[in-house]
T-cell receptor, first 114, second 112 residues
Framework: GAVVSQHPSRVICKSGTSVKIECRSL??????MFWYRQFPKQSLMLMAT?????????EQGVEKDKFLINHASLTLSTLTVTSAHPEDSSFYICSATRVIDEQYFGPGTRLTVT | KQEVTQIPAALSVPEGENLVLNCSFT??????LQWFRQDPGKGLTSLLLIQSSQREQTSGRLNASLDKSSGRSTLYIAASQPGDSATYLC???????????FGKGTKLTVNP
């Protein structure tokens, strides 16, 4: 149990367009979902924390108007990268908590902005 | 602010060797520590979770220890196999927080 999926696994988009990434907890209800980004050879950096039905909490330096997070249900959170630019190209990973202290991670989404 | 450091950044060993990966953290007020495996271009697979009240956890050939007083955790891999080749990440959950702080990882290569 505790499976988290992400869709799409890879996406290529043109500069200036928006891209939506979905994160789903498949077999449990997630109290909280997290969004991370990972640059090559770097560690995961937390972008934001979201709870169902409330506004996401963004980490310092993350533009909330650029990275829109919607947590519509206990099993689905979406990250929309608006007006994407090449520097937004990265690996985006979500995680979800079932109990308060363990996070279960999705397989990640590779975003390439051309 | 919690900082997590992993040494070495990369490690190459012959198949069959026992090895230790190191993780250190700056703030001992850590709620738990988790070890993950990441294959290239993939997400994270949780390997072991050590609660603050525990000293170690074991799963198969893997054993992880936690010493809060010294700010260290180790991941011991016994009888390494080529399939163990991956990047291993440790992450600490701060007490009173939901945020995991990750190290940069150790890239392990096990040569046949």
């Amino acid at each position: 149990g505790a499976v988290v999926s992400q869709h799409p696994s890879r996406v290529i988009c043109k500069s200036g367009t928006s891209v939506k990434i979905e994160c789903r907890s498949l077999d449990f209800q997630a109290t909280t979902m997290f969004w991370y980004r990972q640059f090559p050879k770097q560690s995961l950096m937390l972008m934001a924390t979201s709870n169902e039905g409330s506004k996401a909490t963004y980490e310092q330096g993350v533009e909330k108007d650029k990275f829109l997070i919607n947590h519509a249900s206990l099993t689905l959170s979406t990250l929309t990268v608006t007006s994407a630019h090449p520097e937004d190209s990265s690996f985006y990973i979500c995680s979800a908590t079932r109990v308060i202290d363990e996070q279960y991670f999705g397989p990640g989404t590779r975003l390439t902005v051309t | 602010k919690q900082e997590v450091t992993q040494i070495p950044a990369a490690l190459s060993v012959p198949e069959g060797e026992n090895l230790v990966l190191n993780c250190s953290f700056t703030d001992s007020a850590i709620y738990n520590l988790q070890w993950f495996r990441q294959d290239p271009g993939k997400g994270l697979t949780s390997l072991l979770l050590i609660q603050s009240s525990q000293r170690e956890q074991t799963s198969g050939r893997l054993n992880a220890s936690l010493d809060k007083s010294s700010g260290r955790s180790t991941l011991y891999i016994a009888a390494s196999q080529p399939g163990d080749s991956a990047t291993y990440l440790c992450a600490g959950l701060q007490g009173g927080s939901e945020k995991l702080v990750f190290g940069k990882g150790t890239k392990l290569t096990v040569n046949p």
